[in-house]
């Protein structure tokens, strides 16, 4: 009896499309989202949505919701998102001459959410401010491993790294950022800290994007803890934002 393998090529197929790719981008912050704001992010109709949404489903891409009448679409969960993400960052980076990055894009690059995680500019500057003061180590298999004093630290914040439950893929792993090009936190702590930052007002989610806006608090705590200043973080890096 043949052994089963895993069907690359079908998953492939569905990302490769254009709209397909923007739909599932969209969706990147773990929200659920209905089918006439996927179809306007992409550029077509409701009907060539509906049947490319069609297609994610039966890919085990998505999942859906339903609420009354309206359908609402999300990622089938995390191991989609981190596929996505990972393929968003290979490829040769941008020529130094370009066109210049639209205002959305730029809020994009500089913090968003990486399904349930923080990501861009600030989401590295944290987790490279995590390891620079020995409260995560980089591990093997992209992990991190949170130390004692990491772990005293998180719970002097609100969050006591005891209580996270592992994941399938560990407690900490090393996500690669699709912009920065640079390892940012996920896995079961980073989203528990990303829940924190919200809790404390230190970050915001936009409501209808993955953009995420640090709060005057929020630049306040990342300068006390890590040395994270905002004009020095916005103009640093290969973009300018």
Request: aromatic share 6%.
């Amino acid at each position: 009896m043949m052994n089963q393998q895993p069907n690359i090529a079908a998953a492939a197929f569905l990302i490769a499309d254009s709209a397909r790719a923007v739909m599932l981008t969209a969706l990147l912050d773990g929200r659920a989202r209905p089918a006439g704001e996927l179809a306007y992010c992409a550029g077509v109709t409701a009907q060539t949505a509906s049947s490319h949404l069609s297609k994610l489903l039966a890919g085990g891409m998505l999942t859906v919701e339903t609420e009354g009448r309206h359908r609402y679409y999300r990622l089938a969960g995390s191991h989609v998102a981190l596929v996505l993400e990972n393929l968003a960052s290979i490829g040769p980076r941008e020529p130094v001459r370009r066109r210049a990055l639209t205002h959305d894009a730029q809020k994009l690059q500089f913090a968003r959410c990486c399904y349930d995680h923080l990501a861009g500019r600030v989401g590295v500057a944290v987790a490279c401010g995590l390891q620079e003061r020995g409260f995560l180590v980089a591990a093997s298999d992209k992990q991190f491993e949170v130390t004692q004093a990491g772990a005293e630290w998180f719970a002097c914040v609100g969050l006591e790294v005891a209580a996270v439950k592992p994941g399938r893929r560990g407690l900490a792993r090393q996500c690669l950022d699709w912009t920065e090009r640079q390892y940012h936190l996920a896995g079961p702590l980073g989203v528990r800290f990303t829940d924190l930052l919200c809790t404390k007002g230190w970050i915001r989610r936009a409501k209808s994007s993955r953009a995420v806006e640090v709060t005057p608090m929020g630049w306040t705590g990342l300068k006390k803890h890590f040395g994270i200043e905002e004009q020095i973080l916005r103009v640093s890096g290969d973009h300018t934002v």
